[in-house]
């Protein structure tokens, strides 16, 4: 599985959209990208998924540069409530297509 | 539906002995995993199962042994408890489609003295 490199911290106002950076560079034509996110203590929650062309859904934006080495996830209006440890994944299907987290993102939305 | 759930929520033992974590999921889902994730850290992948009678190792199998017996409970073992062994035990589950999303429990804290 491809490499992952995300900022460690980031900060947000509250309401306004948060944009979370993640370098895949060795990714190679079959592996995804996947989103999780981590509130807390509880167990991880996913957020989004995509191949190579961008992908929205009701949590999140995914947008993937066109050369696949790198990708932006779009919180477009966060709130207090997505204070939490964010998780880029690049996984490649078979092999029981298990996830390698690396130690995420800690995205602190402030009032 | 209670998704995916973890017996017991903590767990304080001493080093050496043995324990049982439960895992169960009501999704009919054919795959599920067991993670670990110390301070700090990310989760790290310990044994995984693709099906009904099927495991196989992670990334940190060492001193754990699982079973899946039945489709729907995925049983992580501890036979010898060590301190290093302190850490939230996650387990999560998936439907068999190829890129279908993991579905997390709610973690066991273990700590081991």
């Known amino acids: 599985d491809a490499k992952t490199t995300q900022p460690t911290s980031m900060d947000c106002a509250e309401g306004r959209a948060a944009n979370l950076p993640c370098n895949h560079s060795?990714?190679?034509?079959?592996?995804?990208v996947y989103w999780y996110r981590q509130i807390h203590s509880q167990g991880p929650q996913y957020i989004i998924h995509g191949l190579k062309n961008n992908e929205t859904n009701e949590m999140a934006s995914l947008i993937i540069t066109e050369d696949r080495k790198s990708s932006t996830l779009i919180l477009p209006h966060a709130t207090l409530r997505d204070t939490a440890v964010y998780y880029c994944i690049v996984r490649v299907a078979g092999e029981g297509n298990k996830l390698v987290f690396g130690a995420g993102t800690i995205l602190r939305v402030k009032s | 539906n209670a998704g995916v759930t973890q017996t017991p929520k903590f767990r304080v033992l001493k080093t050496g002995q043995s324990m049982t974590l439960l895992c169960a999921q009501d999704?009919?889902?054919?795959?599920m995993y067991w993670y670990r994730q110390d301070p700090g850290m990310g989760l790290r992948l310990i044994h995984y199962?693709?099906?009904?009678?099927?495991?196989a190792k992670g990334e940190v199998p060492d001193g754990y042994n699982v079973s899946r017996l039945k489709k729907q409970n995925f049983l992580l073992g501890l036979e010898s408890a060590a301190p290093s062994q302190t850490s939230v035990y996650f387990c999560?589950?998936?439907?068999?489609?190829?890129?279908?999303?993991?579905?997390f429990g709610p973690g066991t804290r273990l700590t081991v003295l």
């Open positions: 999704m009919n889902h054919e795959y």
């Open positions: 060795t990714i190679s034509g079959n592996e995804y």
């Open positions: 999560a589950s998936r439907g068999s489609g190829t890129y279908n999303e993991q579905f």
């Open positions: 199962s693709v099906g009904e009678g099927t495991t």
